[in-house]
C-alpha cells in the first residue's frame, strides 16, 4: 500500500459542530502532516507529528485539534470553526521528518 | 511560499516542451522538490533533487538546479494535456516544506 487516504471527501460543517478528519497510510511512515489549502494558493502548514508525537504547531488556533492515535492514522478534530476555515485540508506522511512527503487526496471542508 | 517564487502562468502547445522556473533563498536546503496538483486533487510528488546535483531526469522530466543563483527548473518534454495542472515547487527547510505559489500549466492543442 503506497498511498495516503483520507475521509471524508467532502465536508460541510456549521459554526457549532464538531467534527473529524481522518488520515491513513500503510507505509510505514514515522512522520505525518496536517496542511490547509485556500483556492490558487499553495498548501499551508498547520502540524507535524514524528513517531505519534506533536513535533511542530504552526501557531494553529485551538478549535483545529489534531490528533496520532498510532504510527498509521493521524486525525483533526474540528470544533466550533468559522466560515474562512472552509479549504482544502491535505494530509501528508514521509519515511521521517526531512524525508520526501506524500499527499493524501485532501478533504474539502465547508463552513457555512 | 514568501522564500520561494515561481511564475504564476504557463501556456505551452500540446507535444512541445514546458519549462517552469523557481528561485527560492535558502542556500542550505538539502532537497527540492516538484509537487503537480490536478484541480480537485491532493499533491503528486513528481521528482526531487538533493542539493549537491546539477540535474536529474526521469523520462519526461528533468531538473536543472543551479545552487549558486538559487534557481531551479523543471522541463517536461513532449508536453500532454494531462500535464494541465498546477506545479508547485517546494524547498525543504528545517523538517520543513516551504512551497512556492504554484504555476498554472496550460495544455493548449
Known amino acids: 500500500d503506497t498511498e495516503v487516504t483520507q475521509t471524508p471527501k467532502h465536508l460541510v460543517m456549521g459554526m457549532t459542530n464538531k467534527k473529524s478528519l481522518k488520515c491513513e497510510q500503510h507505509m510505514g511512515h514515522r512522520a505525518m502532516y496536517w496542511y490547509k489549502q485556500k483556492a490558487k494558493k499553495p498548501p499551508e502548514l498547520m502540524f507535524v507529528y514524528s513517531y505519534e508525537k506533536l513535533s511542530i504547531n504552526e501557531s494553529v488556533p485551538s478549535r483545529f485539534s489534531p490528533e496520532c492515535p498510532n504510527s498509521s492514522l493521524l486525525n483533526l478534530h474540528l470544533h466550533a470553526l468559522q466560515p474562512e476555515d472552509s479549504a482544502l485540508y491535505l494530509c501528508?506522511?514521509?519515511?521521517?521528518?526531512?524525508?520526501?512527503?506524500?499527499f493524501g487526496p485532501g478533504t474539502r471542508l465547508t463552513v457555512l | 511560499g514568501e522564500d520561494v517564487e515561481q511564475s504564476l502562468f504557463l501556456s505551452v502547445r500540446e507535444g512541445d516542451s514546458s519549462v517552469i522556473n523557481c528561485t527560492y533563498t535558502d542556500s542550505s536546503s538539502t532537497y527540492l522538490y516538484w509537487y503537480k496538483q490536478e484541480p480537485g486533487a491532493g499533491l503528486q510528488l513528481l521528482t526531487y533533487i538533493f542539493s549537491n546535483m546539477d540535474m536529474k531526469q526521469d523520462q519526461r522530466l528533468t531538473v536543472l538546479l543551479n545552487k549558486k543563483d538559487k534557481h531551479l527548473s523543471l522541463r517536461i518534454a513532449d508536453t500532454q494535456t494531462g500535464d494541465s495542472a498546477i506545479y508547485f515547487c517546494a524547498e525543504l527547510e528545517f523538517d520543513k516544506l516551504s512551497f512556492g505559489a504554484g504555476t498554472t500549466v496550460t495544455v493548449r492543442a
Open positions: 501528508a506522511s514521509s519515511q521521517d521528518k526531512g524525508n520526501e512527503q506524500f
